[in-house]
């Protein structure tokens, strides 16, 4: 089964500055998908990036990219100028098929989060 | 509003109590989810309804039922809740093939069982 690994429970950057939040995954599928969201106050699971395996090029939106390494099983997500409405729990997600699915079933299987602060 | 509508937005319920959550999508999925998110664990994957085919997951205790009576609509009836059921439910659609983006998700139920 796969496994996704947040180490950083809680982050602090000041505003303006550059954040990096770390997640690993266990995995021994070739071809798969991974995601960050963002879950702000308000609850809502916010999609923020995407990031397919076969693709070698990082993935980047706007003020947020990402370091894949497929090698090291890594996927960092950047935050580039930080902004008071970044703070949120942010989560990383690995999209696999379910192993007790007999059809083409997937699941998105996600880390515990890491709660990111902005200092004004 | 991204699409994904939960309701209640808040519910209180004892453990002899019968409820029902409901989830509607508007975005022409074809795959709908029920996660469970519980304090200090990552969310948990309940049921899966893909391709209108139910996708059982064993760990998920009885007194769970999920319906889903067409893709847009997904429940999620309650009977005899414990304490440690108390959770965030969220709901959520996506296309079944793999790789067409990430899940919507609706902003959850909060369910406390007293």
């Known amino acids: 089964a796969q496994t996704v690994t947040q180490s950083q429970p809680e982050m602090s950057v000041q505003e303006a500055e550059t954040v990096t939040l770390s997640c690993t995954y266990d995995t021994s599928e070739s071809d798969y998908y991974l995601f960050w969201y963002k879950q702000p106050p308000s609850r809502q699971m916010i999609l923020v990036i995407r990031q397919e395996a076969y693709k070698q090029q990082n993935a980047t939106e706007n003020r947020f990219s990402v370091n894949f390494q497929k090698a090291a099983k890594s996927f960092s997500l950047k935050i580039s100028d930080s902004q008071l409405g970044d703070a949120a729990m942010y989560f990383c997600?690995?999209?696999?098929?379910?192993?007790?699915?007999?059809?083409?079933?997937?699941?998105?299987?996600f880390g515990k989060g890491t709660h990111l602060i902005i200092q004004p | 509003e991204t699409g994904v509508t939960q309701t209640p937005r808040h519910l209180v319920m004892g453990m002899t109590n019968k409820k029902s959550l409901k989830c509607e999508q508007h975005?022409?999925?074809?795959?709908m989810y029920w996660y469970k998110q519980s304090a200090k664990k990552p969310l948990e994957l309940m049921f899966v309804y893909s391709l209108e085919e139910r996708v059982e997951n064993n760990s998920v205790p009885s007194r769970f039922s999920p319906e889903c009576p067409n893709s847009s609509h997904l429940f999620l009836h309650l009977h005899t809740l414990q304490p440690e059921d108390s959770a965030l439910y969220l709901c959520?659609?996506?296309?079944?093939?793999?790789?067409?983006?990430?899940?919507?998700f609706g902003s959850g139920t909060r369910l406390t069982v007293v």
């Open positions: 959520a659609s996506s296309q079944v093939e793999r790789g067409r983006g990430g899940y919507t």
């Open positions: 997600a690995y999209r696999s098929s379910l192993t007790y699915s007999g059809g083409g079933a997937d699941g998105l299987t």
């Open positions: 975005l022409g999925h074809n795959a």
